[in-house]
C-alpha cells in the first residue's frame, strides 16, 4: 500500500500521551499531515464516530486512492506504518 501524506489524517487529543508519541514521530519525519483533536473539534469526532464506530485515539484514517478508508488505532502500529512509508 503506497501512501501520500495527502491521504492522511490523524485524529488525536493533545493531552493523550499515545496521541503525543504519534505526533513526535510525525514531526521527526518532518511530515506534512492533517492533524484534528477530536475534544475541541466536534466535526472531527463525529467523523471518528461515524467513520469506525468508537472515538478512541490516536487513530490515523488513511483515504486509499482507490476510495477505500483504513481507520488505524494502536498508536504502535500508526508509527510502524508512517516510518515504514516515509523514513
Given at each position: 500500500m503506497g501512501i501520500t501524506e495527502d491521504q492522511?489524517?490523524?485524529?488525536q487529543i493533545t493531552t493523550c500521551p499515545f496521541?503525543?508519541?504519534?505526533?513526535q514521530v510525525v514531526m521527526n519525519l518532518g511530515l506534512n499531515l492533517r492533524i484534528k483533536n477530536v475534544r475541541k473539534d466536534s466535526q472531527a469526532r463525529e467523523e471518528l464516530i461515524c467513520g469506525c464506530g468508537k472515538?478512541?485515539?490516536p487513530c490515523l484514517r488513511i483515504d486509499e486512492k482507490k476510495g477505500d478508508t483504513i481507520w488505524i488505532y494502536e498508536s504502535n502500529d500508526i508509527i510502524s506504518?508512517?516510518?515504514e512509508h516515509f523514513s
Open positions: 492522511l489524517t490523524l485524529y496521541c503525543l508519541r504519534v505526533r472515538p478512541t485515539v506504518i508512517l516510518k
